[in-house]
């Protein structure tokens, strides 16, 4: 038997990213002990990186003998290997199917739309802020929709879907998108900000734009 007070667990991530807080918030949820380590663009760089993640992107989960890059492939391995309840990642076939529709959406209308004019906001860029805003207004329109009649995004109850979903929706507003015309997306936001053990992603200190 090993001795380590070392957790078994390491999330290579950034503190401003989103793709990273939604692990790190299932991480906290699920309760499990681990470390971070802000994977500044120097480290994404190096070859030690490189050798976890050959697309040079955080996050990286690190689990014992398993190398796991991919926010939402994470959270998948995550629920299924120390979710004793089932729940986050539902079996209930409708459910898995609405699960994988919104882990698609945190991976294409939220990553192009919402995360891209935050992170040209806040960190500029040359890819089309239209663009990216037309995604923006598209998708907050249709999960304010969604939202209208239900508390969580792809079942009764909270489910890894909604982890994935909330801190570039959250951060809309850093990248000048503001919520006030999606009252139902703002209150899901307060049911998930209210899930035990989940902290909300910072606040860039990056001066916005007036
Ligand atoms: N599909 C990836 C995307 C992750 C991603 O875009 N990470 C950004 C930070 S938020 C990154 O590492 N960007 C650096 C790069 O693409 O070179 C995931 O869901 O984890």
Redesign the pocket.
Known sequence: MSISSEPAITLYG?RL????HRVEAFLNILGLPHRCVE?D?EL?RSDAFLALNP?????VLVDGDLVL??????LVYLAERYDGSGLWNPKAPEETAQVQRWLSI??GDL?FGP?RTR?LTLWGGTTSFADAQALTDRILHFMDGHLATRDWLAAGRPTIADIACYAYVAHAPEGRTPLDPYPAVRRWLERVEAIPALTPMPRSAIPQPA
Not at 69 to 74: E, F, K, L, T
Request: hydrophobic share 50%; charged share 10%.
């Open positions: 950034m990213s989103g793709h990273a994977a663009a994404r697309l040079g992107q955080i996050p890059p991919d926010s939402n492939a994470i945190a991976a990553r995360a992170f």
